[in-house]
């Protein structure tokens, strides 16, 4: 959990690159780090790669963070440095107080906007004929795939070469 484990660090570090020691060099040269193109990765280890990526970013938060932490105690970080980010977003401290000064200076319909509620909010807000009679205003956009298990149930989408691979209806 806290990162300590050598062991669990190599193995991370060997699954994203071949030859952790090749990158050292190139450090030691003063080369750029580069990752390897992603059409050289074999597809069963870019499988294995998909298939680990919460484990790997997890790892990459934890070095992340304890970058920061280092950066924010002053402690070493070759290359790096912590600065001041971006501002959140302003927000009235007074909202009440805000609506009244602002409604002093300007029009209502200038202070307050209105925004038509969501598909979501409607079906839970109207009866479930109101709702159905509005349906065909409701875009429900297109399904993206995404990857799972090879032993997930769902029925796989099909491939451009399936596509292709129909018998022609024109003989």
């Not at 200038?110 to 409701?138: D, H, N, W």
Request: net charge negative; charged share 35%.
């Amino acid at each position: 959990k806290k990162n300590r484990c050598l062991e669990y660090q190599q193995f991370n570090l060997d699954m994203i690159i071949a030859d952790f020691d090749e990158l050292d060099d190139a450090e030691e040269h003063g080369f750029p780090m580069r990752m390897p193109a992603t059409s050289l990765i074999t597809p069963k280890r870019r499988s294995f790669l998909v298939q680990h990526r919460p484990m790997i970013n997890k790892f990459f938060d934890r070095l992340h963070a304890e970058t920061m932490d280092d950066a924010l105690k002053g402690n070493l970080t070759p290359g790096l440095k912590a600065v001041d980010g971006r501002s959140p977003p302003r927000k009235w401290k007074d909202k009440d107080t805000a609506e009244a000064r602002l409604l002093s200076h300007l029009p209502e319909e200038e202070v307050f906007s209105k925004k038509v509620i969501s598909p979501t909010q409607a079906e839970k807000l109207l009866t479930e004929t109101e709702y159905g009679r509005m349906k065909r205003l409701v875009d429900h956009g297109e399904k993206k795939p995404v990857l799972v298990p090879a032993d997930d149930a769902r029925p796989a989408v099909r491939s451009v070469v399936d596509e292709f691979d129909e018998p022609d209806d024109f003989d």
